[in-house]
């Protein structure tokens, strides 16, 4: 509506416009948000969940074997993850890094084994030649004992009495050297059994030694 009063007074103008387009311009604005916040929780969530899946998950089920294999020491326990991407080959090198490190392991045991057994047997070669060491003395001196000192005297005095066969008793009787066999074969027989004794200890002793 339009007005004039009067040449002085001042124009006037009233216009009016529907409510209906504001109210349909703020609904698709508050739309064209509502879906824009939509979309980006949906955006964020399957992130999430292409995150989980791709990243996290294999990353806790990586980290819970190796908390196994600490746990237990077992180092035949496999991760079992098979993918093609990095958490793939990170798998698969921690999983032969254990195989090398049961490897490592195993030969370590078989050398401390070894080097145990060379070890004892040495052990047991040392108290062997201790032990040997008297016997090897004993039968040194069963060696000394066997000399043919005593048997080459026998010998003479036989041979010396083969001689005086004929007049034996004559021999030992009025011969300066016939009257010296029957002393000498008296401490010659003292001897002998002297030195059978020491012959039975000297073979005890080896006894007890073998």
């Not at 392991?105 to 032990?131: C, F, I, Y």
């Amino acid at each position: 509506q339009a007005g004039l009063r009067g040449p002085q007074d001042d124009l006037l103008l009233q216009i009016r416009v529907p409510r209906s387009i504001v109210a349909q311009g703020e609904s698709a604005l508050a739309f064209a948000f509502g879906t824009t916040a939509l979309a980006v929780v949906a955006l964020f969530g399957l992130l999430a969940v292409l995150l989980q899946w791709s990243v996290v998950g294999p990353v806790g089920r990586l980290t819970a074997h190796a908390l196994r294999i600490r746990a237990t020491g077992d180092l035949s326990l496999r991760s079992g993850l098979q993918r093609r991407d990095e958490i793939g080959t990170l798998a698969t090198e921690f999983d032969a890094m254990t195989e090398r490190i049961a490897a490592l392991q195993a030969q370590s045991v078989q050398t401390a084994r070894d080097r145990g057994m060379a070890e004892v047997a040495r052990s047991v070669l040392h108290d062997v030649g201790n032990a040997l060491q008297p016997v090897t003395a004993d039968l040194g001196a069963l060696r000394g004992r066997s000399a043919p000192g005593h048997a080459e005297d026998l010998g003479r005095v036989v041979g010396l009495l083969q001689q005086h066969g004929d007049d034996l008793a004559a021999f030992l009787q009025r011969d300066p050297q016939g009257r010296q066999v029957e002393p000498f074969l008296g401490a010659l027989a003292e001897d002998m059994k002297c030195e059978v004794r020491s012959i039975d200890d000297v073979l005890a002793r080896l006894g007890r030694g073998v």
